[in-house]
């Protein structure tokens, strides 16, 4: 079993920046698949962002050069540094983590989610 909770939301300016934060327990960190989704009101669920465990990383097209994901495998913690922030950015947004892959949308483990408002 593996818990995340997120952290790092809130309201924002447009043009301005966020991290989000999402701390891991339980299983080892370090084997999972460690991704960001989000959800606006009336919207589908919709993928940010990857890691793998190698590092490698991908992300959505609508946040590319924008947004970076990382992770510390000694903190059990994976970020989304979120930069020049947009209206359209504004959703609730879900840590996850799968052993295998993100890519097909489903997880193993979500988090809670945190709020992310930008204003215009």
């Known amino acids: 079993q593996v818990q995340l909770v997120e952290s790092g939301g809130g309201l924002v300016q447009t043009g301005g920046s966020l991290t989000l934060s999402c701390a891991a327990s339980?299983?080892?960190?370090?084997?999972?698949?460690m991704g960001w989704f989000r959800q606006a009101p009336g919207k589908e669920h919709e993928f940010v962002a990857a890691i793998r465990q190698s590092g490698f990383t991908s992300y959505a097209d609508s946040v590319k050069g924008r947004f970076t994901i990382s992770r510390d495998n000694a903190k059990n913690t994976v970020y989304l540094q979120m930069n020049s922030l947009k209206p359209e950015d504004t959703a609730v947004y879900y840590c996850?983590?799968?052993?295998?892959?993100?890519?097909?949308?489903?997880?193993?483990?979500w988090g809670q989610g945190t709020q992310v408002t930008v204003s215009s």
């Open positions: 996850a983590a799968d052993s295998v892959t993100l890519a097909d949308g489903r997880a193993d483990y």
């Open positions: 339980g299983r080892t960190f370090s084997g999972y698949v």
